[in-house]
């Protein structure tokens, strides 16, 4: 199976979340079932120099341990007590990196995905649901049935059930960029332009 490598993710976190616009997410369920999601937008967060990374200054707490886990490994955290957020560790051992996935498309078993966000098949969703299917990191969480318990995984190999496949990344006249959502409180970098999509 061709699996993204530790060295796909031990790159500079821009590069990484431009790279992964294009790239599958695969989830497999406990019963064997893949989950697909091709993905379409990405957030970078870098830890020595972004004030809205939770590791900003290399701040170490229980949360953001996984931030200086090996770069390959899933950080998976809860915002608002509710909605839960997969990130992927970048850069090298111990430099707090990562990116968030934003949203996605199902790519299979998109009637599950749907089931998991909507309780519901995917030709039976209205068109709201369509249009807000995985576009938000909590929607695409819900989606794939990410949670905590997922925190810490390692996506370089098949054996934690979550890892990426490398896709067909996208032409570079088809990628955007702009702000990043969500984080008005970190001053300065409120303006970096670390949010690319398609």
Known sequence: ????????????????????????????????????????????????????????????????????????????????????????????????????????VPVTNGDIIAENRFACKEKDMTAYQRKNFLNGPGKLCRGLDLTRAQNGLDLTGPAGGLYLLPGAPPAPSAVQTGKRIGIDYAEEAVDFPWRFYL
């Open 1 to 104: 199976m061709d699996i993204l490598t530790r060295e796909f993710y031990s790159r500079d976190t821009l590069a990484v979340a431009r790279d992964l616009l294009g790239r599958d997410i695969v989830r497999v369920r406990e019963d064997g079932k893949r989950l697909v999601c091709r993905i379409t937008e990405t957030e970078a967060y870098i830890g020595r120099l972004d004030k809205a990374c939770h590791a900003y200054g290399y701040k170490r707490t229980p949360r953001t341990e996984t931030l200086f886990a090996p770069p390959g490994t899933a950080y998976i955290y809860l915002i608002y007590g509710m909605y839960h957020c997969l990130n992927f560790v970048t850069e090298g051992d111990g430099e707090p990196a990562a990116v968030l996935i934003r949203g996605a």
